[in-house]
């Protein structure tokens, strides 16, 4: 408890990077990303496919025996396979993104639940897992929850996370907000990571690559996206080199262009195909938060013209707390209801997730973790404000476990981390899930 506590704290403090090691911080990383000497790399990868091509599917810990040991990480292989099981086993609607990686890779995902009435209907919640190529377990997390949640389905039972549980009709609860899922979202960056143990966080794109330098290739996809993308010229000039980076060499290179990559367009045409989305989870590692928007600034709901897409703001981003003697007084507009609605769903989330094997989740506004742009959630949540005709979707990112300071990665977990985070994550999906179905599928007045 005494470490957790301590990482927690250090992710919170000002200029700390959740997803990001200490020394790689934007402005000062442009090095070696294994800080330690060990051949420590937390819990082993699956080497066999225990889903058999696809014809068994996964099932968690939600439904199995206290105690019940799902043994190794999966393998990228075995996540496909396990995709697949699962889409036999239940069948759902699957489908590929129009975009291929780098490295050709198919970007699949799957759409289940979200029948009311005896009719189907378009999905509310987005979930993506492993945009950051070694934050282990993600796949693994959203995978075995999803089998939880069909099988309990199909067997008419309820789901127990550690001290959560769950009762039948929750659990059809959450299935009828309707889901839709990408598993492994950074396809490339996930296989190198697993083939090469390197602490890779980006993907395989080497278009700005410089010749020997293998840190060069790749973009941190997280910072890729349509939202504030432009950071030098967006952002405050103090805060700016600690949002994301120009220098391919980053951890935090934020690509040529927004959206240069094919892992962030198919994120977007998820959000484009599936038009009813409200709620979107993007799933990370390690600082032991759920964070809701914004995460460019402290959030404000009382000037609305004090916002993303106001050219009068450019430049004065990102700082907090603001400088008023230099003149930079920015905050981000957020209507109250959406404040109120986001805070909610993540404080049951965090609570949940505490509750489940009693490690703390802090639940915070995304930009007290750090400023950032380009960031996933952010852009789902600013579709709406940039065309009124787009659904609003709230965004969320979960940053599950605490890190494992043994291993030669802090993102490596061992056994028994990998095995608490799909505890917390599967009460904490399920509380997002619950949370989606009863404060907003948009049906109501104006929302
Ligand atoms: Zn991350």
């Known amino acids: 408890m005494k470490l957790s506590r301590a990482a927690s704290f250090l992710c919170l403090a000002p200029l700390a990077h959740a997803c990001l090691l200490p020394e790689e911080s934007a402005h000062e990383s442009v090095g070696v990303v294994r800080r330690q000497t060990t051949n420590n790399t937390g819990i082993p990868i699956g080497k066999a496919d225990r889903f ?17 040991d799902l043994g190794t990480l999966l393998s990228v292989k075995e996540i496909e396979s396990a995709f697949r099981g699962l889409a036999k086993e239940y069948s759902f609607e699957t489908f590929a993104s129009p975009f291929k990686t780098y490295e050709n890779a198919t970007i699949f995902g799957g759409k289940i639940g979200g029948n009311s009435k ?19 377990g993600s796949s693994d997390n959203l ?9 309990a389905n199909k067997q008419n039972t309820g789901l127990v996370y550690g001290g959560r549980t769950y009762t039948n009709d929750d659990v059809r609860k959450a299935l009828s907000t309707g889901i839709v899922f990408l598993p492994l979202s950074n396809p490339d960056g996930v296989a190198w990571d697993q083939a090469t143990n390197t602490c890779w966080r980006k993907n395989r794109n080497p278009a700005a690559a410089i010749p020997g330098n293998a840190n060069s290739i ?122 109120a609605d986001k805070t909610y769903a993540a404080m049951r989330m965090g609570n949940a997730m505490d509750a489940a094997v009693g ?11 750090y400023p950032t742009s380009g960031a996933s959630d952010d852009y789902a949540y600013s579709r709406s404000f940039a065309n009124p005709k787009l659904n609003k979707i709230h965004g969320f990112t979960v940053e599950f476990g605490f890190g494992n300071q043994a291993a030669s990665c802090a993102f490596y977990p061992t056994p028994e981390q990998y095995h608490q985070n799909l505890l917390e994550t599967g009460a904490g999906f399920m509380e997002f899930l619950l949370s989606a179905s009863e404060i907003g599928l948009g049906d109501r007045g104006s929302y």
């Open 143 to 151: 995978l075995y929850f999803l089998g939880d949640l069909l099988y």
């Open 118 to 136: 005896g009719k189907s209907e378009s999905p509310r919640v987005f979930f993506n897992a492993a945009i950051h190529a070694r934050e282990r």
């Open 218 to 339: 790749g973009i941190d996809l997280n910072r890729n996206f349509d939202f504030l993308w432009d950071f030098p010229r967006l952002f405050a000039p103090t805060v700016a080199p600690n949002v994301a980076s120009n220098d391919p060499r980053a951890a935090t290179y934020h690509g040529a262009s927004a959206f240069s990559e094919p892992e962030t367009r198919s994120i977007r045409w998820v959000m484009d195909t599936f038009t009813k989305l409200r709620w979107f989870m993007d799933i990370h590692a390690y600082a032991g938060v759920v964070l809701y928007n914004w995460g460019s600034d402290e959030n404000q709901a009382k000037k609305q013209g004090m916002n993303f897409l106001n050219s009068t703001y450019d430049g004065e981003r990102g700082l907090m707390p603001d400088s008023p003697a230099a003149g930079i007084v920015y905050s981000e507009y957020v209507p109250s209801r959406d404040w």
């Open 359 to 369: 490690r703390h989740y802090e639940v915070t506004q995304s930009a007290y973790l």
């Open 52 to 68: 058999n091509d696809g014809t068994i599917a996964p099932r968690g810990l939600g439904t199995q025996p206290p105690g019940t």
